[in-house]
């Protein structure tokens, strides 16, 4: 049996655990695609019973995105007091008035543009709430399969992440919000990082190969090899017509003088949203000898009078033959041509 065969037999015993066993938790209830929203960015990097609580006092101050989006920014920090990682609050308010401005986004792709949201919330959102077949594969999800398969790929790689996600995607139900919370569910309650896993209590101990072999706690593998900075990149593929912006790179340091996509430091960025009309996003990663960058790319229609000091814009042959922009932004490069 290979892998995907595996993992769609295993599904149902999953789904059937889930309904019996799924604890009662307040976003679980009246979801909408906001609210769900609201409580995955509550839940990333804290804990669910600090969570439920100021879900609910949330919601019911700010029960639509068009109520989070007429607030005060002061007013909605107050209100996710508690919680810590303001960014998140002010990143929801941000994306709350882009939803309330043009409806809620119907793909993963849309969901990934709003601000705050990285591939595992857009993932959890586009699964849970628009029933796309989207898996958001985090830590919890990878100590889960790398035991169900017995799998000794390193879990601090990123392409440990890809290839559990491509194989998620190929095995999706239709029951697509079920199954991300069945994993979520079993990976908080049963194979849980810390100690060993309830493996009596799992609906795949007749099936698991960690657990068959008696190796639980030998998976996940992770080797954390940080020789490199890493810097994380924003970068923009503005699109007027047939036109794209492209600019010139300081004189000095990294790449210096050569052409690049206008990009800036992730950390503090504001929405891409707000440049034009995010139609593509993808994320790539170029390693110099010193430095890693690691990017997230959007394709942006832009509209006409949005001409900006410093850019230069240019056709895709020209991009391409006069000014030679450095491998590094390769991957982006698929867009134009
Ligand atoms: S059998 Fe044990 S190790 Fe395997 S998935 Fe279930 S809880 Fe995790």
Redesign the pocket.
Same mark, same amino acid.
């Given at each position: 049996m290979d892998e995907q065969e595996m993992l769609r037999a295993a599904i149902p015993p999953l789904l059937a655990w889930f309904h019996q066993n799924k604890r009662e938790l307040p976003w679980r209830t009246g979801r909408t695609p906001y609210t769900a929203l609201v409580a995955e960015l509550m839940l990333q990097q804290t804990r669910v019973e600090a969570v439920k609580e100021r879900y609910v006092l949330f919601l019911e101050r700010f029960p639509t995105a068009e109520s989070l989006a007429a607030a005060d920014e002061e007013e909605v920090l107050k209100f996710w007091e508690g919680l810590g990682y303001y960014s998140r609050a002010r990143n929801l308010h941000k994306a709350a008035k882009i939803i309330a401005r043009e409806g809620f986004p119907q793909t993963w792709v849309g969901l990934r543009a709003l601000p705050g949201v990285g591939d595992y919330t857009a993932g959890a959102v586009a699964s849970i709430a628009l029933g796309l077949p989207a898996p958001a594969v985090d830590g919890n999800v990878l100590r889960?399969l790398t035991?169900?398969f017995a799998d000794g790929r390193n879990i601090a790689q990123d392409g440990t992440k890809k290839y559990f996600s491509r194989l998620l995607e190929g095995v999706y139900p239709p029951e697509t919000a079920d199954f991300t919370e069945a994993l979520m569910e079993?990976g908080a309650t049963? /194979?849980v990082p810390n100690g060993p896993?309830?493996?009596g209590a799992?609906p795949?101990?007749d099936r /698991?190969k960690?657990?068959l072999a008696g190796e639980?706690e030998r998976y996940p593998v992770r080797t954390e090899k940080r020789a490199r900075r890493v810097e994380r990149l924003l970068v923009y593929v503005l699109r007027q017509g047939k036109k794209y912006a492209i600019r010139k790179r300081p004189a000095k340091g990294l790449l210096a003088g050569l052409w690049e996509f206008p990009n800036e430091p992730a950390e503090g960025a504001s929405s891409p949203q707000g440049a034009g009309t995010v139609v593509a996003v993808r994320e790539a990663k170029h390693i110099f000898t010193h430095v890693e960058w690691h990017m997230t790319g959007y394709l942006i229609e832009v509209g006409p009078s949005q001409a900006q000091e410093g850019l230069v814009w240019a056709t895709a042959e020209e991009v391409r033959t006069r000014y030679a922009l450095p491998s590094a932004f390769k991957a982006f490069m698929e867009w134009i041509e």
């Open positions: 889960i035991r169900f079993l049963v /194979c896993p309830t493996c799992c795949w101990s /698991c960690a657990h639980e």
